[in-house]
């Protein structure tokens, strides 16, 4: 009979050493899974990394004001990529979407005049894309540089403001044109 008792004292123990067990576990789980949803939640990412604004024109003259600004400005159109064309070329059918390198010496020798700043190389040149939707309006898309520039150590972050204030300001002035 004691024997019997012994183990359903020892069997008892176990049980609320399992439960003991269980709740902290869950506890631990809760926490956790809180912290994943609230550091997801606030993390920066998806469309705040970008800014888009709608042309009042067309694409063709979208394009034609943009390039325009960008040479007016002083800086260089380093290439154009015919992302819709490249891959209709290769079977695919989507709506027209190029995508700009323009390029600013002064900003770019900035960066890469040295070798603690260099890493930022695969960022240059700046990138603004120019699409249409499959409703025909006409995007002026490009990162939004503030945003990833408090991401950076000063000295960059310095050098990509002061290039994102002229390109902000060649979009600026491509929209005016086209109203």
């Not at 067309?58 to 943009?66: A, D, G, K, M, Y």
């Not at 700009?100 to 890469?112: K, N, Q, V």
Request: glycine letters at 6%.
């Amino acid at each position: 009979m004691f024997r019997q008792l012994d183990n359903w004292l020892a069997n008892r123990q176990g049980v609320r050493k399992a439960a003991s067990v269980m709740i902290v576990l869950a506890a631990l789980m809760t926490v956790t899974l809180g912290f994943a949803n609230t550091h997801t939640a606030s993390a920066p990412g998806g469309r705040d990394m970008f800014l888009e604004n709608q042309s009042p024109g067309n694409l063709v003259r979208t394009v034609e004001v943009f390039q325009e600004e960008v040479r007016a400005a002083g800086w260089s159109m380093l290439h154009v990529h015919n992302i819709s064309g490249i891959l209709s070329a290769r079977g695919f059918t989507l709506d027209p979407v190029l995508i700009f390198e323009p390029c600013s010496g002064r900003f770019t020798a900035a960066l890469m005049g040295n070798d603690e700043t260099r890493y930022v190389a695969s960022m240059i040149p700046c990138r603004v894309a120019i699409y249409q939707t499959s409703d025909g309006r006409v995007i002026i898309s490009r990162m939004n540089i503030a945003m990833f520039a408090a991401m950076m150590e000063p000295r960059v972050a310095e050098v990509m403001l002061s290039a994102n204030e002229e390109m902000e300001a060649i979009i600026a002035k491509t929209l005016a044109r086209l109203q």
